[in-house]
Nanobody
Framework: QVQLVESGGGLVQAGGSLRLSCAAS????????MGWYRQAPGKQRELVSDITSGGSISYANSVKGRFTISRDTTRNTVNLQMNSLNPEDTAVYYC????????????WGQGTQVTVSS
């Protein structure tokens, strides 16, 4: 099993920045991808960004150029630096992890609220 704990959400004004962190523990060796998803009220959960164990990174088009994902392998953490936030970024953000040989994440954090005021 893998446990994921997010931190860093909060309330920020439009144009501001937040940094999310996700700490992983447990069977870390089984994970080959970690990332961030978000779910806004009334919408489906969507991928924001992810990073593979090999360092390959992907971003949703809506956050490219504003968000940066990074990982610290020594601390088993994945971070999401979010700049130039706008109200459309308001959502619950979830850390996710995927085990090898799986197509979709099979571990999820509890979620952290990000609210961007206009």
């Amino acid at each position: 099993q893998v446990q994921l704990v997010e931190s860093g959400g909060g309330l920020v004004q439009a144009g501001g920045s937040l940094r999310l962190s996700c700490a992983a523990s447990g069977r870390i060796s089984s994970i080959n991808l970690m990332g961030w998803y978000r779910q806004a009220p009334g919408k489906q959960r969507e991928l924001v960004s992810d990073i593979t164990s090999g360092g390959s990174i992907s971003y949703a088009n809506s956050v490219k150029g504003r968000f940066t994902i990074s990982r610290d392998t020594t601390r088993n953490t994945v971070n999401l630096q979010m700049n130039s936030l706008n109200p459309e970024d308001t959502a619950v953000y979830y850390c996710a992890a995927r085990s090898a040989f799986r197509q979709t994440p099979n571990y999820w954090g509890q979620g952290t609220q990000v609210t961007v005021s206009s």
